[in-house]
């Protein structure tokens, strides 16, 4: 929880451990279902208390780290934990202790009655190496109090109460705190009455942690319960123990719940024509866009003239690329015409087109944009109109996104777009792998450049390098590979940048003990010595292949971080002074070597957080004083580009504003949290600074596997991209789409199939007013669904009803849902079945929330299940993951969005007709809601 920690650890290693961490959490029960209290301790999750099989306390974490956090002594999961299970005296025990070298911690947790649980915490430092802790007394489940009224007592004596909010409008850790020094809490929860009572030696914060920035708080909806203790407060023991007191005043069921059985009518439809009415038509969204009436058909047979500078033929085969998406469409013709006026414009046509030159040149802000397109779709005809080359690309990109087939073959909607970046600068970046070469060629092709980035930064430390290739890493990737992603970028009219990050963040140069004679710290294996001059020959070497590689603009040379590991300044350095200053070396390094790209016509890129001091910005601030900071700032090298990375969200980054006044060009770096994404771009501009660079830091050598496992970081280059290009000033949750929705079909693209079928209007059987549903709060209702019969994604779901089915079993669902429902739907030849539904409230990833059983009319049986986070998720707020489907979104009255999910069972045994369809839910976590069904025949 501490924003102070140094990124050396959580750019690569914490985002990896938490990974494993909480998919290892997924995985795990978080207790036994069953009636009353359940408690349990995991390895790898720490304690968990459920109560009637309703998580009350989904885990809890420890951390005893070195100052900084910059290494790990005790971590849970990191270190052995003996488990006991008990009964005592009839009442349900369970200890846990867990050692390391430095720290013991011993956990007793204790179902007191059939209302209590306690749990103590007693811990005990054995090393007398400076250390902080932080201690997690729980992650507790925040659906069950949003939206509820509490009240309680604080430290002092003092009485306060409130109500929680149904999603948060905070982000920060401090700001969320509920209620500042708070005791004890009582909450009005759907359990029942819920009091949480803490005993610890410093304030407990307990946060809203739905809308923190960190990916460890996407996982499962939670307030985080805890405190932190700093170096100085270690060697107090009664620091290092607190306990707990659950207690929990059950609502009484007093009302039996119903089964629903009956026969289930659907209305015959053909596909709904037309666009989906959610999402977005282009992303991201141009300046100026005016649909007309009707659709422009270009057939099965398309016809193309280019006209465009001689020899640069990427238009050509980015075309040709464009209509070989598109199965059973051929692209007849391309033939290259000689432009009247210096325009580029691209035509498509279903008919045979001439080789006269049209006029395109116009002062219009498009036009006068090097970057910037027309886009018309009139009659039988497509044309694209640019002043450069990667302008008339981006606007192919753009026409990517509306094209589509139907029975007359290529389609597109009547358009016309007038569009221009926002941001002259607007890059992704990414570490190159052996094992990930063929992702990264998917990225570049179908995320990036589509996105319409213009720059890729690619981080290659880690290559396979001819100055020392015994430097190698087992999936270090080779040069040859690389080579083949900058020619593809630039292919895509994407600038190649290399980032070779010096003088720290080394780890690489010193890979299989090489280059232990320019290192600083060897116990460290960090930093270079930055005085040591063959530590530019083997950097500038380096440098070398770099350049020979990717011929590059810009060449990113790191410099973050500098002294975040080991000693620098070494006083065991050989060529070290008593006078050295880290600012001063940093500094000195930084111009040497930007001298030496300028020499060959390269302009620099550094990282800022060396250059920034406490206070001029919400983290990575990493200068030892303002003076250090200043003198950094003043010594910059001539032309250099600074990255203003920040990864917490804030309000504003004010450094966006420091860095203007040193006349540097500016690039606001962001991470995965969608309110830095949002919030850096808004300062970017307002700075009115050079644009917006998406960074992934996911392990050194991704691949494949990698986007599950760090999906909202791959998600991200959405947002970057489309507050980088456009003016939006929605937030990311006002936004009409799901970034994880659009980035899945940019990177596994599928062609939308219009599908009809039997409709179902679920008012016929449902039990909750879409005006009144009772599992949200104010604002959060779905009066705001289409009323009418409407395309999402293709399938064709009847909205003309007024009400939902809703399903559930347990205190924590409405007590208007349905024990289970079975429909009769008197043998069907269904193809498909799709459901547009979604969970009352977000659980965690892995949790089936329901099930359909589908009887077919011989008696065999096929269950599909819908699981979160896999095909259907949480109603407000809902996630995206790679395999999820969101079908409509609205917005919510408190700011968090609104999401429907389309899960679709296929028939494997299509001639089998089927019978009946079960629903009953599978946890008694989360309630399930279907406000649409379609049986695709």
Not at 803 to 831: P, Q, R
Request: aromatic share 10%.
């Amino acid at each position: 929880m501490n924003l102070e920690r140094r990124v050396v650890w959580s750019h690569v290693i914490l985002p990896i451990l938490a990974m494993a961490c909480f998919f290892n959490v997924m995985s795990q029960a978080v207790a036994a279902e069953g009636e009353g209290w359940a408690i349990d301790f995991n390895q790898k999750s720490g304690l968990s208390v459920s109560y009637d099989g309703v998580p009350v306390i989904w885990k809890s974490s420890l951390y005893v780290v070195k100052p900084g956090w910059l290494g790990t002594l005790y971590g849970e999961g990191a270190h052995k934990t003996t488990i006991e299970r008990l009964d005592s005296n009839g009442k349900q025990v369970v200890k846990a202790v867990g050692k390391s070298d430095a720290f013991t911690a011993e956990y007793t947790m204790t179902v007191v009655d059939a209302r209590t649980v306690e749990i103590t915490f007693s811990g005990k430092l054995t090393t007398n190496q400076a250390c902080q802790a932080e201690f997690n007394m729980g992650y507790f489940n925040a659906n069950l109090i949003g939206g509820k009224k509490y009240r309680g007592k604080k430290k002092d004596g003092s009485s306060f109460k409130g109500k929680v909010d149904v999603y948060p409008t905070k982000s920060g850790m401090w700001e969320s705190d509920l209620v500042n020094g708070a005791k004890k809490y009582v909450f009005d929860s759907t359990l029942g009455e819920l009091t949480i009572d803490f005993d610890a030696p410093q304030r407990v914060l307990f946060f809203d942690a739905r809308n923190y920035t960190s990916g460890w708080s996407k996982v499962m909806p939670l307030f985080w319960g805890g405190y932190n203790v700093e170096p100085a407060g270690m060697k107090d023991a009664k620091n290092l123990k607190w306990s707990m007191r659950l207690t929990l005043d059950a609502h009484k069921q007093t009302t039996e719940r119903k089964s629903y059985s009956g026969k289930l009518d659907g209305v015959q439809s053909e596909a709904v024509k037309g666009y989906a009415k959610t999402g977005e038509l282009i992303v991201p969204k141009p300046k100026k866009m005016k649909q007309g009436h009707g659709t422009v058909i270009l057939g099965d047979q398309v016809f193309c003239a280019i006209q465009r500078p001689e020899g640069d033929e990427r238009l050509d085969r980015a075309v040709a690329r464009t209509i070989a998406m598109f199965d059973g469409i051929e692209l007849s013709e391309t033939q290259w015409v000689k432009s009247a006026d210096d325009s580029v414009v691209i035509r498509l046509s279903g008919k045979k087109l001439g080789k006269t030159a049209i006029a395109g040149q116009t002062s219009s802000r498009w036009y006068q944009n090097e970057e910037g397109y027309m886009l018309q779709a009139t009659s039988d005809e497509v044309k694209i109109v640019s002043s450069t080359m990667r302008g008339a690309f981006f606007g192919l990109q753009s026409l990517k996104q509306l094209l589509r087939i139907d029975e007359q073959g290529l389609e597109l909607p009547a358009i016309e777009v007038t569009d221009w970046p926002d941001m002259k600068f607007r890059g992704a970046l990414f570490f190159p792998a052996k094992s990930g070469y063929e992702m990264d060629r998917k990225l570049i092709e179908r995320v990036f450049a589509p996105l319409k980035m213009n720059v890729v930064v690619i981080e290659i430390d880690k290559i396979k390098w001819d100055t020392n290739p015994a430097m190698a890493y087992p999936d270090s990737m080779e040069k040859a590979q690389v080579r083949e992603l900058v020619a593809l970028a630039r292919e895509n009219f994407l600038e190649p940048m290399p980032l070779v990050n010096v003088p720290g963040h080394c780890g690489w140069l010193f890979n299989n003990d090489q280059n232990k004679d320019i290192c600083e710290d060897w116990d460290a294996k960090y930093a270079v010595c930055t005085k040591n001059p063959k530590t530019f020959e083997v950097v500038f070497s380096i440098f070398d292949e770099a350049i020979e590689m990717f011929q590059p603009k810009i060449m990113h040379i790191g410099h973050d971080e500098v002294d975040a590991a080991g000693i620098f300044p070494n006083p065991a350095c050989p060529q070290y002074s008593s006078d050295d200053k880290v600012a001063e070396l940093f500094m000195d390094f930084m111009n040497k070597s930007a001298s030496y790209l300028k020499e060959r016509g390269i302009r620099s890129m550094v990282w800022s957080d060396m250059m920034l001091f406490k206070g001029e910005s919400p983290d990575a601030t990493n200068a030892e004083s303002q003076e250090e900071a200043d003198y950094c700032r003043e010594n910059l090298p001539e032309n250099v580009i600074i990255g203003d990375w920040h990864y917490a969200a804030a309000k504003k980054y004010q450094s966006q504003w420091i860095f203007k006044e040193t006349g540097a060009d500016t690039v606001g770096c962001v991470w995965a949290t969608p309110a830095n994404i949002y919030q850096m771009a808004m300062d970017v501009k307002a700075a009115g600074n050079l644009g917006q660079l998406q960074t992934m830091w996911c392990g050194f050598f991704p691949n494949e596997a990698t986007i599950k496992a760090a999906f909202n970081q791959f998600a991200g280059h959405v947002l970057t991209a489309e507050y980088a290009w456009g003016n939006r000033k929605e937030k990311p949750s006002e936004l009409p789409y799901t970034q994880g929705d659009v980035f899945n079909q940019l990177y596994a693209p599928k062609a939308v199939e219009v599908k009809g079928g039997k409709l179902i209007d679920m008012s016929q059987v449902g039990n909750v007013s879409r005006a009144t549903w009772p599992m949200a709060g104010t604002g959060y209702n779905l009066s705001v669904l289409p009323d009418d019969v409407v395309n999402m994604k293709g399938y064709s779901f009847d909205m003309r009803g007024k009400k939902l089915l809703m399903i559930g079993n347990s205190s924590a669902t409405s007590a208007k849902a349905y024990e289970d429902v079975t429909f009769d739907l008197g043998g069907v030849a269904a193809k498909e079945i799709a459901l547009l539904n979604a969970g009352a409230s977000n659980v965690m990833p892995g949790t089936e929330i329901a099930k359909m059983t589908v009887v077919f009319e011989d008696g065999n049986e096929v269950v599909y299940p819908l699981m979160s986070d896999v095909n259907t998720s949480g109603l407000i707020a809902g996630k995206t993951s790679t395999t999820l489907n969101a079908g409509w979104m609205g917005k919510g009255g408190e700011g968090g969005r609104m999401v429907l999910f389309i899960s679709s069972w296929v028939n494997e045994m299509p001639s089998k007709k089927v019978k009946s369809i079960k629903f009953a839910p599978s946890s008694k976590q989360v309630g399930w809601i279907l406000a649409g069904m379609t049986i695709v025949e």
